[in-house]
């Protein structure tokens, strides 16, 4: 397990709120020197514990209008079958999350589309072209709260 503390715990929890703070307001809520800080910070990304720094963009300012959540049944499990899903994983741009889970399903994609005819799309090549996909099930999100 990585070796982090109280204030490496203070400091994810608020920049899993707005990783936006520029240094010297996340070290004034922790109640660091800027300094101390920024080592901190550059210190959990080497390790590894912060993965990335990302923005979180309405899919609508995109023209991606229709958000999907796709669950995916594998006829067989373990990486080597799943193998050609990973792959083709990387080249899809649409996909914004992706869980591998246990019990029922496989696997859980978040997706965002501008409509319904480019998500057809992607569904033939991704899923239906897959021979180990044994089923999917597709859920259109109506409204997003949190």
Same mark, same amino acid.
């Given at each position: 397990?990585?070796? /982090? ?8 929890? &608020?920049?899993?709120? *707005? %990783?936006?703070? %520029? *240094?010297?307001?996340? %070290? $004034? ?6 300094? %101390? ?8 990304? $080497?390790? +590894? ?19 999907? /959540?796709?669950?995916?049944?594998? #006829?067989?499990? +373990? ?10 994983? #990387? ?11 246990? +019990?029922?399903? +496989?696997?859980?994609? &978040?997706? *965002?589309?501008? $409509? ?6 992607? @569904?033939?090549?991704?899923?239906? @072209?897959?021979? *180990?996909?044994?089923?999917?099930? &597709? ?8």
């Amino acid at each position: 397990m990585k070796e /982090i503390d109280s204030i490496d715990h203070k400091i994810l929890e &608020t920049l899993r709120k *707005n %990783a936006d703070l %520029a *240094n010297k307001v996340l %070290a $004034d809520k922790i109640g660091l020197s800027p300094s %101390a800080c920024l080592r901190r910070v550059a210190r959990l990304k $080497d390790i +590894g514990t912060i993965q990335g720094i990302v923005a979180v963009v309405d899919p609508d300012c995109l023209d991606l209008k229709l958000t999907v /959540i796709v669950t995916v049944k594998f #006829e067989k499990h +373990g990486p080597r079958h799943r193998e050609q899903f990973f792959k083709q994983l #990387e080249k899809e741009n649409a996909i914004s999350q992706c869980y591998m889970v246990s +019990g029922e399903v +496989g696997s859980i994609l &978040t997706m *965002n589309f501008a $409509d319904m005819e480019e998500y057809t799309q992607l @569904a033939d090549r991704l899923f239906h @072209a897959d021979e *180990n996909i044994s089923a999917f099930t &597709t859920h259109m999100v109506m409204s997003s709260l949190k």
